[in-house]
Structure formats: C-alpha cells, structure tokens
C-alpha cells in the first residue's frame, strides 16, 4: 500500500509542464526589445506663440519696457538700435528685466518686461537659436539665483519651501499641475517678432 | 530534532528557478511598453542647433514633429523641404489644416520643431504663421545639450 502511494506522487510529479525553457525564451524576448529600445527624451527651447489676431491691435507695450533685439542676414545683432554681440545678450536682458525703475529707460518691472526678437528672412537659423537661447539663459540664471535664495532680485521673498541649488532642481520636484512658484514670481516674456509681411 | 536534522539535509541543494521568468518577464513588459519600434522615415536632413536652456518633453504623445531642412538626395543636398509625420508637404499652406486636425484631437499638442542648423529663418517663420493660423501655439524648438567647453 505504501509502495502504491509512492508511485503515484511519483506519476504527479512527472506530469508537470517543464517551465525551465519559460526563461529561455523570455530572455530571447528581453534581449530583443533592450536592443532595440531608445529611451530618449526631446528637448529643446519652448515657446508659446501669440494666438492670431483678428482685427483688434496687439496691446501696446511702452518702448522702456521693450528691449528689442534685431538679427540681419548676416548674423549681426541690433540691441535697442545699437550694434552688439551675442555674448553681451545675456548681461543686457538681466540688466533690463531686473531695472526695477531704477533706469527711465529700462524696464519698469520683470512683469512688464518684454524681449523682443525679430529676425530677418535670411538669418540663419542656429544665430535665431543662439539669441533665444541666450535670453533664456538671463532668465535661468535669474530664476537660479531666486531658487538659491528664495528671493526675487528686488527681495521680496518667494514661498519656496526650502532652497534648491538651481531652477532645474526645482522644477524636477514639480508634478505636472503644480503651479511654477518662480516663473510665477519672475516671469519671462519673450515674443518672436511677427516678420515684415511686405514680401 | 534527529529527524528534523536527517531531513534538512535530503533537500536537494541549488536554488529555484522557477521564479526567474516571472522576473524576466516584468522586465520584458517594461521595454515592450517603452520601446518606439519605428521610427519615423525621415527625408529630410535635420541637423539640431546646441542650447543650454533647454526643457524635456516628458509626454511623448503631446509631441508632433515637424521637420524642417534640406531634402535627402544621396550626397548632394536639394532644397529646404517640410514634412511632417511620414508626409513632405508640399504646399505650405497645407500645415494649418493638418495642424488643426491635429489640435482637435489632443489640445494640448507641442509642435517639436526640427529645424536644420543650415537652415533660414524666412520657412521658419512661415510654419510659425501657419501654427498660430491653426491654433497649435504651444511649440519647441528642438536642440540638443551644449558640451561644456572642455
């Protein structure tokens, strides 16, 4: 009777679906989609359009409050009707947005502050990126110093909960719908100029 | 507590395998849903400009691309060409009624815009006044990371 018993757990273990193979053929799998798997993120310089307008005029910005960046064809810069270069951008936009006032003829205040970029039919298009790129940077550098600091350039103070290193460590801890407590505090009004429509 | 003994050393030694394809399968799942397996024919040459100030695209189905530079013709480059998915356009025009279906579908669209380096600024601006014709205002100027100078 026990020789019977023992027989039949040994025909119950036999029957068994051999899952030593499962592996095999999931790590076949895996390998394939780890091969050709590309994790990449886009990035890139964002920008909001204006909506089109109508009929109504766009609304008026006073000529303190605009700093106004030309790029001909050849890649020259034009800043407030002055020759310039790239490399002075950066200095020139920081001086602008954070005048506070102080000079008649920079801006009133970061809120009213408006970079203007217009471009020519020819400008190449990396100079176009680069300009961008450094009037973003003024504003980075501006909004690091706020999460440094946790204070705007003028000394208000901003409702941060704690210092962060920079802007970007900041904006990593935010989850999608948080609201932006330093663009909120300093925010950044770029506008592409619309081109010369007398083409 | 002798036969305790006597039957802790019966077992058979080495470990069970029969949780490793449970494991290798959470990983295949993870890839086989983060895996793009086609990537779009591109035919026109896009190299992307270098910026510091740069922002990610985490929502990948927000993203629509369009690309802009010179068509593809073996060695020599032709002329400055757009497309957009799988599509060259061919009359410009055209962008603002493909944008605006888009822009219906997912409101919330980003316009990745993949513009050659090489490129000029005049079939930049003209796909701008044909995204803000459509609506689609939420655009990004695709770049790479600048290399810190070394």
Known sequence: MAGLLEDRRQDREDAEVPTAGLADIAFLLLIFFLVTTTINVDTGIGMTLPPMLEDQEPPPVKDRNLLKVLVNSQGNLLVEEEEARIGQLRERVKRHVTNYGDNPDLAVSPSKAVISIKTDAKTPYDT????????????????DQIARTGQTPQGDAVDLDQTYSSYQEYYNTLEPGDDNKIRDAFGAQISIAEPDSDE | MARFERRSSDTDPGFTTASLPDIVFMLLIFFMVSTVLREQ?????????????????????????IH?????????EGETAIQIEDALIENRKAIRNIMYNKIQEQPKLIASLKVDVGSEMDVVNE????????????????????NPPQ
């Open chain 2, 68 to 76: 802009i530079g010179p068509l593809k013709k073996g060695e020599n």
């Open chain 2, 127 to 146: 796909v701008q006044q044909e995204l803000r014709q459509a609506g689609a205002l939420r655009i990004n100027y695709s770049s790479n990371r600048e």
């Open chain 2, 41 to 65: 024919d591109i035919k026109v040459r896009t190299e992307l400009p270098q910026a510091e100030a740069l922002t990610k695209i985490d929502q990948k189905r927000l993203i629509s691309k």
């Open chain 1, 128 to 143: 176009y990126i680069e300009v961008l790129d450094e009037v973003w940077m003024a504003y980075r550098e501006i909004w």
